[in-house]
């Protein structure tokens, strides 16, 4: 079966836009999580939907949010960019927290 | 802030050799999961050990976990070139559900 897909791979981007993110989960999974990697933070949580509710919620500022649809794909979004928003963000699914499968993520360029 | 801590931050051992790392955490836990990830990839998912067990197996990795010492160990046996990576350790905490990373052990195999 499929895997998480992320769109797009890669990205570049100038201070101050904004950037949308996607990921589709495995079929069948409701449970998407975003994660931001840098290698200074390591991996730090963004925030984790179910059902198209936003069941959990990180340290990160207003400008970083996320929806989930009905057919559980889930979007982030990042505005006014800064250059310390530089990343891979990682998409997770899980059926039941007990293991999530990770997609191959989107490294964002913040210039 | 990161609720899992791996030791150490970096590992080199020659092949075949066993890897050993640790992981502390702070707060308590329903289940801890270990992953891999090769350089600027997804992670992938490795194995999960709940609150309740002190060991679990799976082919040569060996995960064992100590609540009252809130730490857990992966051990990696005849270590092979492929499993040059970092190794995460990922809590999934009882009070909030979210799952949250340490900053990782990178782990360099020999030739």
């Keep these: ?111 | 802030s990161q609720q899992g801590e791996e030791d150490p931050q970096a590992l080199s051992i020659q092949e075949g050799e066993n890897a050993t790392m640790n992981c502390s955490y702070k707060t308590s836990i329903n289940n801890l999961q270990w992953y891999r990830q090769n350089s600027g990839r997804g992670l992938v998912h490795l194995i999960l050990i709940r609150s309740n067990e002190r060991e679990k197996h799976s082919g040569r990795l060996r995960v064992t976990l100590d609540t009252s010492k809130k730490s857990s160990s992966l051990l990696i046996t005849a270590s092979r070139a492929a499993d040059t990576a970092s190794y995460f350790c990922a809590t999934d905490s009882s009070r909030d559900d979210k799952i949250i990373f340490g900053k990782g052990t990178r782990l360099h195999i020999l030739p």
């Design chain 1, 1 to 111: 079966k499929a895997g998480v897909t992320q769109t797009p791979r890669y990205l570049i981007k100038t201070r101050g836009q904004q950037v949308t993110l996607s990921c589709s989960p495995i079929s069948g999974h409701r449970s998407v999580s975003w994660y931001q990697q840098t290698p200074g933070q390591g991996l730090q949580f963004l925030f984790e939907y179910f059902s198209e509710t936003q069941r959990n919620k990180g340290n990160f500022p207003g400008r970083f949010s996320g929806r989930q649809f009905s057919n559980s794909r889930s979007e982030m979004n990042v505005s006014t960019l800064e250059l310390g928003d530089s990343a891979l963000y990682l998409c997770a699914s899980s059926f039941n927290l007990d293991g999530y499968t990770f997609g191959s993520g989107t490294r964002l360029t913040v210039v």
